[in-house]
């Protein structure tokens, strides 16, 4: 019984979706690994190989998606990230990622803005963005 009740669960009731990367484009990379994406999101690192600087959005703290990304993606909790970010803004070294309060809000600013790179919890492929794996 209790096996039923876990396999329902795990099947129905989890996430059935990761969540995904997306970058602009005009990027040309193939993947990232989860060390740069820690490197990209926590804002230390600034430039794609070509040298085009990087434009970080991410979701508000409080959002489902920015916390599953945070968990499912860099394995990290997200206040660590949010702590990460307040050091760099007070400490006056760096600034904190643009913030957009929903997916289709995601969509746009990251497929208006070259260098762009941001998240989803669904996938979307046009000729303005795409997703990119981690290896």
Same mark, same amino acid.
């Given at each position: 019984?209790? *096996?039923?009740?876990?396999?329902?669960?795990? *099947? =129905? /009731?989890?996430?059935?979706?990761? /969540?995904?990367?997306?970058? #602009?484009?005009?990027?040309? /990379? #193939?993947?990232?690994?989860?060390?740069? &994406?820690?490197?990209?999101?926590?804002m230390?690192?600034?430039?794609?190989?070509?040298g085009?600087?990087?434009?970080?959005? /991410?979701?508000?703290? &409080?959002?489902? %998606?920015?916390? &599953? *990304?945070?968990?499912?993606?860099?394995?990290?909790?997200?206040y660590?990230?949010?702590?990460s970010?307040d050091?760099?803004?007070?400490?006056?070294?760096?600034?904190?990622?643009? !913030?957009? %309060? !929903?997916?289709?809000?995601?969509?746009?600013?990251? &497929?208006?803005?070259?260098?762009?790179?941001?998240?989803l919890?669904?996938?979307?492929v046009?000729d303005?963005?795409r997703?990119?794996? =981690?290896?």
């Open positions: 019984m209790i *096996f039923i009740l876990l396999f329902g669960y795990v *099947f =129905l /009731v989890s996430p059935a979706k990761a /969540v995904d990367i997306i970058i #602009n484009s005009s990027i040309q /990379v #193939n993947s990232l690994s989860r060390g740069t &994406a820690r490197a990209i999101f926590g230390r690192l600034l430039k794609w190989p070509d085009r600087p990087i434009k970080v959005f /991410v979701m508000e703290d &409080a959002s489902l %998606s920015h916390i &599953a *990304f945070c968990k499912e993606v860099l394995d990290i909790y997200p660590q990230l949010r702590q970010w050091r760099l803004v007070y400490s006056g070294t760096g600034q904190a990622p643009i !913030s957009v %309060s !929903s997916e289709d809000e995601m969509i746009a600013m990251v &497929a208006s803005n070259p260098g762009a790179i941001g998240y919890r669904r996938s979307i046009n303005r963005i997703t990119i794996p =981690l290896h």
